[in-house]
């Protein structure tokens, strides 16, 4: 029986580890390319490990653009998503509490509606916000990819739900005798029992903004404001020739924010996902 079970474990441990090799190796042969030339790339993409290590993309790709090195793009997704995760957690969190604690009319109703608005993929909305953000004269500014975020994020507000759910309100009725009010007991008691739900929520909200592509590419206009994943779209020209070397090394560079994030915050991750699996 125990070598049925160790047998049985070998085969799973393999299995995964198979399975893991097959998803990180786009990534890994990415980082190979960035230390190999462009013509490397295209007659070596079969060999993983480049002949020879060059750091030249890096200072190639550094330089960017229109006189704006990639440094200026980095700073741009920094502020960004850390503006907008910023209003997506907060208005979350707010508006979570409310479906949660607070009771008013058509609670169920509009709850329904915000579970509905997650299954909306942006490109349904994505004409209308345009019209409306050009009317408000907002296009070409960041307006457009942060306030939408002050909004509150239907996953995050469902995220937030299950949470406090979870927590006794007699914690909330305790402090109501001690002449708390619904603010202040949302603040001093609820807030800091949802840190795992407020923290995944930050993660993944930063990791969208930081990946998001096609609302910088319909909003923003001048190279100047370009965030990073927009930024290393233009490495690439089909008309005359793209430096996929220089585009490897900055993608590299532009995961290191997301791979420091998720391992500084990953036991708060792994616990705010299965808490709200196990929560209802």
């Not at 070596?44 to 440094?71: C, H, V």
């Not at 109703?109 to 050009?134: A, T």
């Not at 006794?168 to 739900?197: C, Q, W, Y």
């Not at 900055?250 to 705010?272: D, H, N, R, W």
């Amino acid at each position: 029986m125990r070598k049925k079970k160790m047998g049985s474990a070998a085969i799973y441990h393999i299995f995964v580890f198979a399975f893991a090799v097959i998803m990180i190796y786009p990534v890994l042969w990415m980082v190979s390319g960035s230390f190999k030339s462009s013509n490397d790339i295209l007659n070596s993409a079969q060999r993983l490990l480049p002949e020879a290590f060059s750091m030249q993309n890096y200072i190639t790709g550094w330089k960017g653009f229109a006189g704006y090195d990639f440094g200026n793009f980095f700073k741009n997704s920094l502020f960004i998503s850390t503006a907008a995760t910023l209003g997506a957690v907060l208005s979350s969190a707010v508006v979570g509490y409310g479906f949660a604690r607070c009771d008013f009319p058509f609670k169920k109703f509009w709850f329904g509606c915000m579970l509905l608005s997650m299954m909306l993929p942006f490109q349904v909305i994505m004409i209308p916000q345009y019209i409306l953000f050009n009317e408000l004269g907002w296009i070409g500014t960041y307006l457009p990819l942060i306030v939408p975020q002050f909004c509150a994020q239907g996953f995050f507000v469902f995220l937030n739900v299950q949470f406090i759910k979870g927590i006794p309100v007699e914690l909330d009725e305790a402090a109501k005798i001690d002449g708390a009010g619904t603010m202040r007991v949302f603040g001093s008691i609820i807030l800091p029992l949802v840190k795992s739900s407020v923290v995944t929520g930050a993660i993944f909200s930063f990791m969208w903004r930081w990946d998001d592509f096609l609302a910088a590419l319909l909003y923003l206009n001048k190279p100047a404001r370009y965030p990073v994943s927009l930024a290393l779209k233009l490495f690439s020209d089909p008309t005359s020739g793209s430096d996929w070397g220089a585009m490897f090394a900055m993608a590299t560079c532009s995961l290191m924010p997301i791979f420091v994030i998720f391992l500084t915050m990953q036991k708060y991750l792994v616990e705010g996902i299965a808490s709200t699996g196990i929560k209802g």
